[in-house]
């Protein structure tokens, strides 16, 4: 009989790593606390308006589509995702604008809009990072299980490319002189939780994939990625069980034999967590277990910033990008509120996703739908979210009319506000920190939590929490890490390529290239 593993939370990692345990021929059953799939990475439906609860970039499709060439199907014959072009507006509190495109010469000149002589650093950025990207992803796709796995012949040969003690803004300077132009490549340290002048260079990857393989919108929001992961696992015979809250896992001795639900043990060989890990260490594993993330040692982490959310079903449509990012007038100060003095600011940073621009059914006909997110801090007894919640809608309403988002409030037909508040109580997120432990070098690696448990035999962790990450592509590669791991451990050779130097790439145009639209918004 083959073994039964129990997978810990329907999110994209626990839902891609069911999937690809099933097309290996094990028995996978899925138990999710909220009554949908998706975790953060779901859909809000309310009176006809669709959301996004979490992700609304998708990038680097690849990844997930070796996942489900594991399970004999395709990305493209399962979703529909479109290309964004422009991929979004930065808009700097500074003054100007980029619509980012991945167009090589018209990028250029967005940038020389701005500072002429900062344009010729993109096509410099773009080969150093491509060189980058080959030479560590790789390493990226390995277990850091311990210290010795840090002397890997690829990573060591990958360090001289990384720049380890230099922030992802530090090194962009040695292409674009203009402030406001590393801005444009590094607000995706946000992805991580992180801070552009803190996040290690590494991470200047993140920007080089938008512009090398697309931003995407997958058609029905990210939530449709995760309703067809699941739907995949299903035709392999995964069980998926909602509203069911696992209250523990069980162990036999130092080895999981199954967990608690409802007062009673479901048996298994072996148990993913795919749950917020600082949350699930807390709340579901036993001291003895956890030697190395006690409830002292957890709360000593440093953690990701979270958001401030506003859902906004609105009357009419605006012409305005797809993804608009608006950077603060003095970004420094805003991020050292966020992550140093835990306040609000009173100019912040945030992001307008303006989706009915690509996809009108996201909302009824002649409305559309507004996603508001401002980085904020993580749960910090300095801010009291049941007194600010009011005043910082307003405040993001009024500022949001700075990207022309003007006269909001009097189209509100619908509404929903979720705070760092709610992330922590309502989708059991440790301190709210939407990002997951952040992403400094003493907690990435082997540092991170590690993809097979440490404290414990026949437990293995997937999602942001643990190695490589937090961000959709990333979460699916610790999918395939997990379960490379599972299935050897077991005795089984993973069928599916581990390599992405054995990939094929998700570009090939005969392959599965999804369709392309260009979105062209009014200036």
Wanted: proline share 7%; glycine share 8%.
């Amino acid at each position: 009989m083959s073994q039964a593993i129990i997978v810990v939370g329907a999110g994209p990692g626990g839902l891609a790593t069911s999937i690809l345990l099933a097309s290996a021929g094990l028995r996978v059953t899925v138990l999710e606390r909220l009554p949908f799939v998706g975790g953060r990475t779901s859909t809000l439906e309310a009176e006809g308006y669709k959301f996004d609860l979490g992700p609304t970039f998708f990038l680097y499709p690849r990844v997930l589509n070796d996942i489900l060439q594991a399970a004999g199907t395709r990305l493209n014959q399962e979703l529909e995702l479109v290309r964004l072009d422009p991929q979004y507006r930065i808009q700097f509190g500074a003054g100007g604008h980029v619509d980012a495109t991945p167009n090589i010469e018209q990028m250029e000149r967005e940038i020389a809009r701005l500072s002429p002589a900062d344009a010729g650093g993109f096509r410099r950025f773009l080969d150093e990072n491509r060189t980058k990207f080959r030479l560590m992803e790789p390493c990226l796709e390995q277990p850091y299980l311990r210290w010795g796995d840090l002397f890997s012949r690829r990573l060591l040969g990958v360090l001289p490319m990384l720049h380890p003690f230099l922030s992802v803004d530090s090194y962009l300077k040695r292409f674009f002189p203009d402030p406001r132009v590393r801005l444009a490549f590094c607000f995706q340290s946000k992805y991580l939780g992180m801070s552009p002048f803190r996040c290690p260079s590494l991470f200047s990857i993140l920007s080089f994939l938008e512009y090398e393989y697309g931003v995407y919108h997958p058609m029905g929001g990210c939530g449709a990625v995760s309703r067809a992961l699941a739907g995949v696992a299903r035709r392999l015979g995964v069980e998926i069980r909602l509203g069911e809250t696992v209250e523990a896992i069980e162990f036999t001795g130092r080895r999981a034999s199954g967990v608690r639900v409802g007062g009673r043990t479901l048996a298994a060989d072996a148990v993913v967590l795919n749950a917020d890990f600082a949350r699930a260490m807390e709340r579901l594993l036993p001291d003895g277990l956890r030697r190395r993330w006690t409830d002292r040692k957890l709360a000593r982490k440093k953690y990701s910033c979270s958001t401030f959310m506003l859902y906004l079903g609105i009357e009419g449509r605006y012409e305005l990008p797809h993804h608009t990012i608006h950077i603060a007038t003095d970004y420094e100060r805003n991020l050292a509120d966020i992550e140093q003095r835990h306040v609000l600011s009173e100019d912040p940073s945030f992001y307008v996703q303006n989706a009915c621009v690509t996809d009108p059914a996201m909302a009824p006909a002649g409305h559309s739908t507004l996603y508001v997110l401002a980085p904020v801090s993580h749960q910090h007894p300095n801010i009291d979210w049941e007194r600010e919640r009011p005043r910082y809608r307003d405040l993001l309403l009024r500022q949001i009319a700075r990207c022309g988002f003007d006269n909001v409030a009097s189209r509100i037909r619908y509404e929903r506000v979720i705070t760092p508040a709610d992330w922590d109580t309502r989708y059991e997120i440790y301190r709210g920190a939407t990002f997951n432990l952040a992403h400094s070098l003493d907690q990435m690696l082997h540092l991170r939590p590690r993809n097979r448990f440490e404290d414990a035999d026949g437990l293995y962790l997937v999602g942001g929490g643990t190695h490589p990450g937090s961000g959709l592509p990333v979460i699916f590669e610790s999918a395939l890490i997990s379960s490379r791991l599972l299935l050897e451990d077991f005795g089984r050779r993973p069928h599916w390529l581990t390599h992405a130097a054995d990939r094929p790439s998700f570009g090939a145009p005969t392959e599965c290239s999804p369709p392309v639209r260009a979105t062209v918004p009014k200036s």
